[in-house]
């Protein structure tokens, strides 16, 4: 159970599109389209934006997009706006139950 | 609307043992799996642990295997975590959290936490 791996930060300019990566293992990410992105504005608790690798819950702007390779997913944010300034978790289903996940480290997204 | 209120955090000494409680609404509650997730100050989100929705399943993450364990009571909408042998490291706001529907391992629904600090 490590924690899926991301970088720390990444930054942007509006309009601007960036990716965060999320690398895991085949046991993990590589293993199953169970890949989630959360958005975490400071203060507040993680709201769900990319479910299934590359779906979108009903409210989440299309200009959030993901993406998987391999081992590794991206969360694509596109047209940066400056409330897209937040932290983005990924997570991915471990194959025990229906349910375990483990969480990536976080990304801290700025908009500059 | 879903609703997920966290209560029973506290301060507690290294050793000690506290038990998280989750009142839920605003859905049905033993349609869905349930987890507890943690997140330590200024630091990451971090899967405590998952029950189904007929308590048939559960999960834990490793750093509490043997120490918590999660229970649900469906009649009365609530979701548990007893924590047990509680460490310095247990330090962290739980959130309480929903899956989702029709999908596999995904968190749909949060609550606002309960902040456990762990401390003599």
């Known amino acids: 159970q490590s924690a899926l791996t991301q970088p720390p930060s990444a930054s942007g300019s509006p309009g601007q599109s960036v990716t965060i990566s999320c690398t895991g293992t085949s046991s993990d990410v590589g293993g199953y389209d169970y890949v989630s992105w959360y958005q975490q504005h400071p203060g507040k608790a993680p709201k769900l934006m990319i479910y299934?690798?590359?779906k979108r819950p009903s409210g989440v702007p299309d200009r959030f997009s993901g993406s998987k390779s391999g081992n590794t997913a991206s969360l694509t944010v596109s047209g940066l706006q400056a409330e897209d300034e937040a932290d983005y978790y990924c997570?991915?289903?471990?194959?025990?139950?229906?349910?375990?996940?483990?969480f990536g480290g976080g990304t801290k997204l700025t908009v500059l | 609307e879903v609703q997920l209120v966290e209560s029973g955090g506290g301060l507690v000494q290294p050793g000690r043992s506290l038990r998280l409680s989750c009142a839920a609404s605003?859905?049905?509650?033993?349609?869905?799996?349930m987890h507890w997730v943690r997140q330590a100050p200024g630091k990451g989100l971090e899967w405590v642990s998952g029950?189904?929705?007929?308590?048939?399943?559960?999960g834990y993450a490793d750093s509490v295997k043997g120490r918590f364990t999660i229970s649900r009571d469906n009649a009365k909408n609530s979701l548990y975590l007893q924590m047990n042998s509680l460490r310095a490291e247990d330090t962290a706001l739980y959130y309480c959290a929903k899956d989702a529907r029709y999908t596999v391992a995904t968190i749909k629904d949060w609550g606002q936490g309960t902040l456990v600090t762990v401390s003599s």
């Open positions: 299934e690798v590359t």
């Open positions: 605003g859905f049905t509650f033993d349609d869905y799996a």
């Open positions: 997570s991915s289903y471990t194959g025990s139950n229906n349910f375990d996940v483990v």
């Open positions: 029950i189904s929705w007929n308590s048939g399943n559960t």
